[in-house]
């Protein structure tokens, strides 16, 4: 058994696709119609063929809630995996992404954790 699908909740699937491509660089694998949203997947560029994200969207009330109380905690909704966590938070940087932490060690790993404009922190480690 093996994952082959995760899923986040965004507030808007426009939104969410253009900054999962354009911004952090995965790739559109899926886009398909389902009456009033689409079911929206992503892949690493590296990985076409892996674990599929889908930019699910959070028009139900706990979907929300879940949401905002994630973020008032300051708890990420998923992980990323970089090779070079500071490249990775330069450019991300530079392309005016928001960090709510900055790359900070912990133990033998080096996390960060940014806001995805869509309603969620995400958090990317270094192992």
């Given amino acids: 058994m093996k994952i082959i699908v995760t899923s986040i909740f965004v507030q808007d699937q426009d939104k969410a696709l253009s900054f999962y491509t354009e911004v952090l660089g995965f790739v559109k694998k899926h886009d398909v119609p389902t009456g009033k949203y689409r079911w929206i997947t992503v892949v ?6 892996g674990t599929e994200l889908v930019l699910e969207p959070n028009e139900h009330p706990a979907a929300k809630e879940y949401q905002k109380k994630l973020v008032a905690d300051g708890i990420p909704a998923t992980m990323f995996g970089v ?4 490249e990775e938070y330069k450019r991300l940087s530079e392309n005016g992404v928001k960090f709510t932490m900055e790359p900070t060690k912990m133990g033998n790993f080096t996390i960060a954790v940014f ?3 869509c309603g ?4 990317i480690i270094q192992r």
Avoid: G, V, Y
């Fill in 120 to 123: 969620n922190l995400i958090q």
């Fill in 83 to 86: 090779e070079d966590i500071q």
């Fill in 44 to 49: 690493s560029q590296d990985a076409q063929d």
């Fill in 115 to 117: 806001d995805d404009t």
